[in-house]
């Protein structure tokens, strides 16, 4: 092999292992403008001109009796390589209505206002027995007869 080729794979395999280290950012959710923020009023504003100002909430609110609530989430991680992502920024944008269809609140999260939790990886126990792969392909051999079948 001669000495340019080895040096040229040489480059392409270095520019290729770095380019593929190299962080990928990833913005999901909608992210709201601060001017079209301001056009919103406390007690004037109403639940239609919200959804027609910013779009359709990213979630809405599961306890209609307090009242609705748009939530407008965003946020943006970062990865490189095979790592697994990291949330760079979130921003969280609530706006509650009363009764009336007006708005009553609005609040704006970041990444301050959040709190991580640890999931627990446990699993409930179940009752019954634990069953092998043969003796679920197997078990049901010889529990059928026309002594307990009714149609037969």
Known sequence: ??????????????????????????????????????????????????GALLGSPSTTSTFPDWGITYYYISSETEAVAFLAPELIDQQV?????????????????GMKDGKQIAFIQRET?????????????????????SANNPSK
Do not use: H
């Open 1 to 50: 092999m001669p000495i340019r080729f080895r040096g040229s794979l040489l480059a392409a395999v270095l520019i290729l292992t770095v380019a593929a280290c190299a962080p990928r950012q990833d913005f999901r959710g909608v992210t709201i403008e601060e001017d079209k923020l301001k056009q919103i009023e406390v007690g004037q504003t109403t639940e239609a001109q919200v």
């Open 93 to 109: 944008v609530a706006i509650a209505f009363d009764k009336d269809g007006k708005v009553k609140d609005l609040k704006r999260y």
């Open 125 to 145: 126990p179940t009752r019954g027995k634990e069953m092998t792969v043969l003796e679920q392909l197997f078990g049901n051999f010889g529990r059928f007869n």
